[in-house]
Structures are given as C-alpha cells and as structure tokens.
C-alpha cells in the first residue's frame, strides 16, 4: 500500500506514515455516504442544530491537542493555531448553531401583481458533496464547509491537502466525537490525483479551496459531469494607506497582515500602496517592527512567525527573490532563507521597476510584501484594481467616509477599513472573491445557500378562491381587451405621469413620496 510521509516542516521531523486512501475504495466510500446522508436529512433541523452545540464543545476541550498537532503539522506558531484556527472555528459552529434554523427555514417572497398567490423558498440538502482544501488553514478553513455542509443535510467527502492529512482525519474524529453519525464525513488522505478521482465519483458539487491552476483543472473536470463549484483561489490583496494614516497604526496592520501564518494566507497583504509624502516615514517604521518578529519553531511557543509549509512554495518565492534581485529591486529588509531553508526572513521590496515586477503581481503566498507609492486616490484605486485576483483589498485611514468611497471602487470580494485579513474568520460575514480568484461565497446566509439546493413553492393563498389564470387557453377577445386595458393602466398611471413632469417638480414628489428613480 502506498504511504504518505508526513512531517513537522519546522524541524522535518516526520509524524507519521499514512497509507493513501485507495482510488478503488472511491466508489463504496460514496455508496456509504449516499446512505448516511438520506438518514441524515430527515433528522429534524432543530437537531442537527444541537449537534453544532456539542461540536463546539469539543473543540473547546480539544483547544490544546489541537493546537499542537497544527502547529506541529503545519509549523504554525501555537498562538496562530489556537486563536486564528480553532476559536475562529469555534465561533463558526456558536454562528450556524444560533441562527442555523432560522435560515434554513422556509422563507416567503413578497408577491407583486399576484396577491392572490404566494410564494416561498425551500431548501433542501444537494447530497454528497466534496470539500478539497489547501494546507495553509488546514483546520478552520475546511471547518467552514464541513459545518456548513452537515447543517445543510449533507455529507461530505473531504480530501484535505497531502501536507497535512493528519488534521484532516481528526477533523472527522471530533464530529464523530460530536455525535455525528459515522460515514457523514469522510476524510480522504491523497494528492491530487486522489482528488481527480473523488470528482470522477460525481459529487453533487464541489467545495475547492486552492490554487488557480488547480481551480481550472477542477472546474474542467466538473464541466464533464456538469457538476457545480464553489472556488476559492488566490489573492494579491492592496493595502492603500493614505496620507492622512497613523502611521504607528499602518505599520502594525502591514506587519500582521502581511506576515501571519508567515504570509501564506490568500487574503495576506501582499502589495502595500502608500501615499508617496509618507512612504519613507512609513518604510521606517514597518523596517524597525519588522525587526523585533520572532521567528522559530513553534513548540516553544515564543515565537510569532513560523515556518514555511510546503517545499514546492519555496521554489515560488525563491523565484520571484531572484528576479527582484537580478532587477534592482530595494529590498527594505529580509530577502534571505534560513540555512535549512524551512525559514525565509519577513521581507519587503520596493523600488522604481516594482510594479513590472512578479514579486507585486503574482501571488508569492509567503512572508514577502511589495510596497509601491500614490500621489492621487484615483492612482491608488486603479494601482489596487490592476490585478487578476481580487479577493480582499484594505483602506488605512482617518477619515472613515474617504475610505468607504474608496471601497466602493474597489474590485474585490471584502474590503476593510482600518483591518486587515481577518474577515474570514468571522461566520456571519461572506468570503469570497472576483475575477481569477473565484466564486461562490462561503459563511454567512449567502455561504449556507451554496449547500442547499432551493425549491420554489408557488400556492394560492389560503382562503382564496381558485379561478383559472387570464393568460390560459383559448385566447379570447377578453383577455385581450382585459390585457389591453393593463397596459393602458401603467401608461396613464401616476407613476408614468410623474416621469413626464418637470425635473425639480418631479424630484420633489419622489423625494416627498421616496419614489425611486427610474
Ligand atoms: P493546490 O491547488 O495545489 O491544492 C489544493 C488542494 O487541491 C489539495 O488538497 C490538493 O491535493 C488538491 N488537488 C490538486 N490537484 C487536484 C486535482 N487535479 N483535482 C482535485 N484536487 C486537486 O493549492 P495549495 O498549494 O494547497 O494552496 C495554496 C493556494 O490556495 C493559494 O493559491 C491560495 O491563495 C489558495 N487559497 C485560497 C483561499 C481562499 O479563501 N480564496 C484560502 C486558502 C488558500
């Protein structure tokens, strides 16, 4: 049987040898799965729910296992696993617990014209679904899926990344723990391969977090099975600081926003624009924080950056280090790996030639940051928008309305003012992202719907008389005078008229009536 290594990539220490779940075993392992769920779905909404409450349970008395087989697994300081990972999953399940019945409920649709009908949403579980994740969150980020997932009345085939299966199988673990039924989340431990077989099984929809590449290949497959998919790809994400920022304050949410988890967070800063009269002032600053990070390993739990997780990333940075070198490029600080290269230094480039450069417009998804400068709002909004990805963007400034027009010019799926990054650790928020970076949204009301599907229920209402609709068969001279007189309805209506009348003498209705504009 083939094994998978699995090892600490703070010290290389290796953690365990794991047999590879066979692609043989795919088939059964849906079969299984398809049976568990149908139970699952009928257990009545309010229960499942209960379930939420006992997993969050046990992940509060887990806290500090868990913390240490990510840390260990993943080579995260323990502070990052404990707070960023399971108390944000922690928070995650007390969200869809608390309002998990009350959006899953059936929900009315106002009726127009139609007032004798109504109208509701169902919704109702999609079946087995697969969740395959990246290794850089390796806990909370399939959490949210799973979570989600499970409330929704599925089950789930989950392929966590090949660098850390260990968290993925004691994620199954602890909703077993939690009173989930066995086979209603099944971790499957592989690489790619194995998650190109898992779609070749026809999930109901797909759930990937990843790369891009990785997103196209995936969504190609699925094409073939015209099978659904939520992606979450990556990011290049601007921080804009204007020129009326605290810069103390700028500094500190460039440092930890562009260096937690040792920057390998889609959502990480990765490009800073700064206004042109601070830069120096702000460059300064970040340089002497930057100073005082600790990195190590992670069991000492005394340090604040950790180690580069996965081999093939480093080939990226090393890469992009390079041709900033060859080109120039002023390195602010860092730029160099640890001698056993499981470490690089927290590093800022900047320069004249940096906006041409890969290190600002491909994602480096490690503790690297590209700085350019401003002079205009415009300059930073087009400056943070030409990018393929857009995923999260954040504004550092005083003034709280300028930032929010900035936002709202801004291509991307969360924008922050005056925070960096962490929204996806906050379940009632969507996550998501535009253009390379993806679709589908996950958290939140709109997060949840991506695991339903929806049924539309259309009735008459109670107590009304049922007559045959105007526009059935046979077509009669009636019904096209009655139509006739409808439309004559909205021509002549105060509505229309109003659109006719002078400008202020209109304006002044709409605003007296809030009459939208048209
Ligand atoms: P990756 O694309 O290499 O792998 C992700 C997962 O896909 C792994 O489990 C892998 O085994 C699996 N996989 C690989 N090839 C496959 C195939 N052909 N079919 C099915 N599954 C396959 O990405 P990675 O290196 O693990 O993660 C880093 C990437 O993830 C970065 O680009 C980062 O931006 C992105 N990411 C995005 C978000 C987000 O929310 N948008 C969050 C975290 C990470």
Redesign the pocket.
């Known amino acids: 049987m083939d094994l998978l290594s699995v090892r600490n990539p703070a010290t290389g220490e290796l953690l365990k040898e794991l047999p590879l779940t066979p692609t043989a075993e795919l088939r059964s392992l849906f079969e299984r799965a398809s049976e568990v769920q149908k139970r699952w779905a009928a257990v009545p909404l309010k229960d499942r729910v209960a379930r939420l409450y006992s997993l969050r349970e046990t992940l509060i008395n887990h806290v500090d296992d868990l913390s240490e087989l990510i840390s260990n697994e993943n080579g995260k300081p323990r502070f990052e696993a404990m707070v960023n990972e399971i108390f944000a999953a922690i928070e995650l399940c007390t969200y869809f617990a608390k309002n998990g019945e009350a959006l899953l409920a059936d929900s009315p649709i106002p009726m127009g014209l139609m007032k004798h009908r109504a109208s509701y949403l169902n919704y109702w579980p999609l079946g087995v679904i697969a969740v395959?994740?990246?290794?850089?969150?390796p806990f909370l980020?399939p959490m949210g899926e799973l979570v989600m997932g499970v409330l929704a009345g599925n089950a789930i085939i989950f392929?966590?990344?090949?660098?850390t299966p260990l968290i993925g199988l004691r994620l199954q673990e602890i909703f077993e723990e939690a009173g989930f039924p066995k086979g209603l989340i099944n971790t499957v431990v592989?690489?790619?391969?194995?998650?190109?077989a898992?779609?070749d099984q026809r999930p109901a929809k797909i759930f990937?977090?990843?790369?891009?590449?990785?997103?196209k290949?995936?969504m190609r497959?699925a094409s073939e099975h015209l099978i659904p998919v939520n992606l979450?790809?990556?990011?290049k994400d601007p921080m804009i600081v204007l020129d009326d920022a605290d810069l103390d304050f700028a500094t500190s949410a460039a440092l930890w926003g562009g260096f937690s988890n040792s920057g390998?967070?889609?959502?990480s800063v990765e490009r800073i624009l700064v206004h042109e009269s601070v830069a120096t002032e702000f460059k300064r600053r970040l340089k002497e924080k930057i100073a005082t990070l600790r990195q190590g390993v992670s069991r000492t739990g005394n340090n604040d950056l950790g180690a580069i997780t996965?081999e093939?990333?480093k080939d990226i940075y090393a890469s992009q280090i390079r041709q900033a070198k060859e080109r120039g490029a002023e390195f602010v600080t860092g730029g160099e790996f640890s001698a056993d290269r499981r470490f690089l230094q927290p590093t800022v480039v900047t320069g004249e030639d940096i906006e041409s450069l890969d290190i600002y417009n491909e994602?480096t998804?490690g503790p690297v940051v590209a700085l350019t400068t401003f002079r205009t709002i415009d300059e930073a909004v087009e400056k943070a928008n030409r990018s393929k990805y857009g995923?999260l963007a954040s504004v550092i400034t005083r003034d709280i309305s300028k930032g929010e027009e900035i936002a709202k010019r801004i291509e991307a799926g969360t924008i922050t003012i005056n925070e960096v990054v962490y929204t996806?650790g906050l379940p009632e928020t969507p996550?998501?992202?535009v253009k390379e970076?993806?679709f589908g949204r996950?958290h939140s009301a709109r997060g949840l719907y991506e695991f339903v599907n929806t049924r539309h229920i259309h009735k008459p209402v109670a107590g009304v008389f049922v007559f045959k609709s105007l526009w059935w068969f046979p077509y009669t001279p009636f019904q096209h005078a009655t139509f006739r007189k409808f439309i004559e309805f909205y021509r002549n209506s105060w509505f229309a008229k109003l659109r006719a009348l002078p400008g202020w003498v209109s304006n002044l209705i709409r605003f007296i009536t809030r009459e939208p504009r048209i």
């Open positions: 395959i994740t990246p290794w850089n969150y980020l392929k966590p990344s090949e660098i592989g690489d790619g391969a194995t998650g190109a898992i779609i990937f977090t990843g790369s891009v590449a990785t997103g290949k995936i497959a979450e790809l990556g990011g390998q967070i889609c959502a996965f093939k990333q994602e998804f995923l996806a996550w998501g992202g970076t993806g996950k």
